[in-house]
Nanobody, 124 residues
Framework: QVQLVETGGGLVQAGGSLRLSCAAS????????MGWFRQAPGKEREFVST????????DYADSVKGRFTISRDNAKNTVYLQMNSLKPEDTAVYYC?????????????????WGQGTQVTVSS
């Protein structure tokens, strides 16, 4: 079992920044890839970013590329999502997820464990 807890959400003005954290426990953190997803009101949950077990490989949705940065600290069992130049359309509940397979993926159906989510609201 893997437990994931997201923190760092909040209310920010457009153009501002937030850093989300996801703390993991229950298994060796470096043994799984991590992903961030988000769900806006009335919309399906969508892929945001993912990072490999070592942190070397990352992937981003086009909508956040160049503005968001994913990273991980395996010593702290934590994955981060630095969000800069935030836009109102980034407003959503953000979820982190753990994938026990080897390669990174955008497919949320392949993720094994999920956090409870943290709300990010960007005002215009």
């Amino acid at each position: 079992q893997v437990q994931l807890v997201e923190t760092g959400g909040g209310l920010v003005q457009a153009g501002g920044s937030l850093r989300l954290s996801c703390a993991a426990s229950g298994r060796t953190f470096s043994s799984y890839c991590m992903g961030w997803f988000r769900q806006a009101p009335g919309k399906e949950r969508e892929f945001v970013s993912t990072i490999s077990r070592s942190g070397i490989t990352t992937d981003y949705a086009d909508s956040v590329k160049g503005r968001f940065t994913i990273s991980r600290d395996n010593a702290k069992n934590t994955v981060y999502l630095q969000m800069n130049s935030l836009k109102p359309e980034d407003t959503a509940v953000y979820y982190c997820a753990a994938d026990l397979r080897i390669g990174v993926t955008r497919d949320q159906r392949l993720y094994d464990y999920w956090g409870q989510g943290t709300q990010v609201t960007v005002s215009s």
